[in-house]
Structures are given as C-alpha cells and as structure tokens.
C-alpha cells in the first residue's frame, strides 16, 4: 500500500501522521515543541519508524514562515526561536527514504482546507491561522497564490494600531492582537490597568499572577461570563473585523475560513467581529463573503502536511 508521511510543525506542539494514498491517517504521534535539537531528533525518530514498511511516496512539512520552500529550510520563524536555517526537508527525507516538501502552514492549511474542508467549491478563499500566530493563505482564482518571493499572506504583520501587543516583530499588528499570544498580551495590559485602579479580577489577584493566563483560560472564563475576559475577546473581535474588512475590500474573496482559536471560540469574538465588519468593509463584498470556522478541526496541521507531500506539484 502506497502512503505518505506529514510533519505539522508548531509554535506548541508538532505531529507526525502516517496516511494513504486517500488520506486516511494510519498512525499519528503528537508532541510539544522543545528546543530545536529535541525535536528535530523526535521528528526524524518518528518519521523513520513510519517509514520502516516501505512504500513512502513522499513526506510533506508544514511550518510557520519564514521559509526556503524551494531549498528546504527554515528560517528563524518568529513563534520558533531558535529554529535558524534549519535544514528541514533533506533530514525529513533521508528519514523517509522519499522525497520531503516544504510548505508555509497557512497555505498548506488554505490549501486542505479547499480540498477537504469548510473552503471546499470556492475559487476564492482565505485561510487565517489564528493560533500561535496569525498568517494567512490564499486560493485566488482556484489555485494557492504564493506572491513574487513566496511570501504572500503574511497578514499578522499588517499594523492595524500605532501601538498596541506586539506580535510578529511589530507592536500593534494583527498578530499582536489576535493569536494565542496576542489575547494574552491584551489580558495583561488590561488587566494591569484594572488592578491600578483597584479593580478585582478574581483570578489575578496581583501583577505576578497575569503570566498564568492563556487564551484558552480566558475564553473559558469568558463563557462563564466574567466581564474581563468578555472584554479582552470584544476587543480581539473587534480587531479580527478591522483585518478582515481589508481582505475582504482588496480580494474580495467567497469564503474566509478561519482555524484554531476562532474555530474553537468564535462565538465569542462573532458580536464585535460582526459589528466592525459591518462598519468598515465595503457591503457588497461582505455580503458575498462567507465567515467560517474551519472544519477540519485539530487534525488540520495532519491535513496540511499531507496536502504538502501529495499536491507538491499543484501547491507550487
């Protein structure tokens, strides 16, 4: 049986699946992402035991941008310290005994999205990652548009405020307020102002406690109904409309499909999505776009790896 090898490298965690030739995963190992030897040395581990039965069409590599995608290497990406031109496919493919590709994660994920998921029929479609980061990836007239040196969709580094979270290198980005990191630094800076005015926030009492929270926590306190948190996700929402009312003006695309975070919590960012987007994006554009969770939930990075061995020559 002909199958391939995917490898999902993230920010917090990465995987290795196992698939056929019809995409059906056979085997995954999941692991947090380590120092840079670490776990490169668990990937390369799993990858060859998986490939010990032979018959390995070809291996595919999602990871977060920056990248060589022509020669195979990482470059510094910013959720990846440490990870400087790291020589990724030609390690993966000595493993594998096959051929490895490369792939930025938001087109690799904008591209299984549109064959398997919540993209699927659209000619025009954005894929947002919303999660350690933000990037995105983009099906433009029914194929992936990779821009003029690979580097098209890096929305998380579109300022949208003066000042603001820092995310992506830059302070008041997109990335800096909406990905897991950037509802954090939102969480402390309001947080900060409500504890100097002698505000209670039940579960920071004081400044040291504020590097406790994540999103995941706040957006469950959020659904609990704690005020703080209803208002850290009103303003990730309202930013999340700002960005996405200038896609939507410029590409004007069918579908917007958006993974993690908005895909788990987007009932909580909808109302001041919503309400933005209806005062800045053009209505006719809007009213042709659809807004969607993506669908292939947390299997998305297995999806997108596989997608980057099987459809190499269609990504390009």
């Given amino acids: 049986m002909k199958k391939y090898i995917g490898v999902d490298i993230g920010g917090t965690k990465c995987s290795v699946v196992l698939a056929d030739e019809e995409m059906k995963i056979l085997k995954k190992e999941k692991f947090p992402t380590e120092a840079l030897n670490c776990t490169i040395e668990k990937i390369i581990s799993i990858v060859a035991d998986f490939a010990k039965g032979g018959d390995i069409i070809a291996a595919g590599i999602s990871c977060g941008g920056p990248l060589d995608e022509k ?13 400087d031109s790291v020589c990724i496919t030609d390690a993966v493919s000595s493993a594998a005994n096959a051929t490895a590709y490369l792939k930025n994660d938001a087109d690799a994920c904008a591209f299984a999205e549109w064959k398997f998921g919540a993209g699927k ?14 990037g995105a990836g983009l099906i433009l007239n029914g194929r992936l548009y990779r821009g003029a040196c690979g580097m098209a969709g890096e929305v998380g580094h579109i300022r949208l405020e003066k000042d603001g979270p820092v995310g992506y290198g830059k302070a008041g980005s997109f990335e800096g307020f909406c990905s897991g990191g950037g509802i954090k630094r939102t969480a402390e800076a309001i947080i900060r102002e409500k504890l100097s ?3 209670c926030v039940p579960y920071c009492r004081t400044a040291d406690e504020i590097n406790l929270l994540d999103a995941k926590f706040l957006c469950e306190q959020a659904r609990k109904g704690d005020k703080t948190a209803l208002e850290i996700l009103e303003k990730c929402g309202e930013k999340l409309g700002y ?4 896609l939507i003006d410029i590409l004007n695309p069918e579908k917007i ?12 960012l909808e109302h001041s999505m919503r309400r933005t987007l209806e005062a800045e994006a053009l209505g006719e554009s809007l009213d042709a776009c659809e807004i969607l969770p993506a669908s292939l939930g947390d299997d998305i990075g297995d999806y997108a790896a596989l997608c980057t061995a099987k459809f190499a020559e269609e990504m390009k």
Avoid: C, K, Q
Avoid at 243 to 246: F, N, P, T, V
Avoid at 257 to 268: E, H, K, M, P
């Fill in 257 to 268: 499909v958006i993974g993690s975070i908005y895909a788990r919590s987007g009932d909580l």
């Fill in 243 to 246: 960005a996405l009312s200038m």
């Fill in 121 to 134: 029929g659209a000619a025009n479609m954005i894929f947002l990652t919303f999660g350690t980061g933000m």
């Fill in 197 to 199: 005015r002698g505000e």
């Fill in 71 to 83: 020669n195979g290497i990482i470059l510094s990406p910013p959720n990846l310290p440490g990870w």
